[in-house]
């Protein structure tokens, strides 16, 4: 299986407190990489599917929530290269699906519900042992895709960067894709992570056990922000959902409160408290999850 990088822009945001900072700031549009698997999704999937397919394993199962980007991911790239796929769900089953759920299944996932307790512990191995015996062998991709395939496929997307920049920023849910940043850094340059979880901080334990799989020893180019979580994961605000649609407004690139525009409210804030020094370029990565935008609309959340 081969499975080629896109290329996607990286588009200059121009705005007068940049100019009055002296900071040259960029989006690096991996929402656009794919009309599905799209954002740091692609990169994370990468690798694994190769391994699968590899190893024999026609079936991937993996875990996560109701409005899980990565559930949809998976579903959607099982199906484009050929795989079965099975989604374990926190939580109870709610009917009618949802838009995520819904997707997931009309791409050929097959959704599996766990209560919330079981769901604590989802790599046990009882537990593993009882999806075999239901569903028959598999190969398992965890919660949210982060595992060292990932990280070496989210290391890719620093090349496609072309241009010199100082710091590279991107969302913190699992850890994964910063850790595959800081994997295809040089030592000039600085990952600078925004946690969207509350109480955060084992992000920074998360990074450095995915990056000891490649070795690296330079591990003090990177940096994760734990202040712009705005009340948690999968939590939201009037200050965001204004910043997030005048931003689209502004400069027409859509983005969405869980993720990338905690990440995009952050930077702007930062900027604003002089955290970059003078003449720096920074080089936000746009991480995708736009699927999440209908359960959003569908809870009036946004």
């Known amino acids: 299986m081969i499975i080629e990088n896109p290329t996607t822009p990286l588009t200059e945001i121009f705005n007068p407190l940049f100019e009055q900072k002296q900071i040259r700031f960029f989006i690096k549009r991996e929402d656009l990489s794919d009309d599905f698997i799209s954002g740091n999704k692609f990169y994370k999937l990468k690798y694994n599917l190769i391994e699968a397919e590899k190893l024999g394993y026609k079936t991937l199962l993996t875990f996560g929530g109701a409005y899980s980007n990565h559930i949809h991911a998976t579903a959607v790239a099982g199906k484009k290269y050929g795989f ?69 496929g989210c290391a890719e997307i620093i090349p496609g960067i072309k241009t010199d920049f100082n710091f590279v920023c991107s969302a913190c849910g699992t850890g994964g894709t910063l850790a595959g940043l800081v994997l295809g850094l040089d030592s000039k340059s600085f990952a600078l992570g925004f946690s969207v979880l509350k109480g955060g901080s084992f992000l920074n334990q998360n990074v450095r056990t ?32 204004n910043f997030c649609t005048k ?6 690139i859509q983005i969405e409160p869980i993720y990338t525009g905690k990440m995009l409210f952050g930077i702007f804030d930062l900027i604003n408290k002089n955290y970059f020094p003078t003449n720096s370029v920074i080089v936000a990565i746009h991480s995708g999850g736009l699927q999440g935008l209908q359960g959003l609309k569908q809870r009036k959340m946004i």
């Open 84 to 152: 079965n796929t099975i989604g374990v769900i926190r939580g109870e089953e709610h009917l009618p699906l949802n838009p995520t759920l819904s997707s997931a299944q009309e791409n050929g996932m097959l959704i599996k519900y766990i209560n919330r307790k079981s769901y604590r512990n989802k790599y046990d191995e009882s537990l593993i042992q009882t999806f075999k015996e239901k569903f028959g062998d598999f190969y398992l991709i965890p919660e949210g895709g982060s595992n060292h395939l990932a990280i070496k």
């Open 210 to 241: 995915l990056l000891s799989h490649y070795q690296k020893e330079n591990l003090n180019n990177f940096q994760i922000n734990l202040d712009y979580h705005l009340g948690g994961y999968a939590k939201t605000n009037m200050e965001l959902n």
């Open 247 to 252: 931003f689209y407004e502004q400069y027409n």
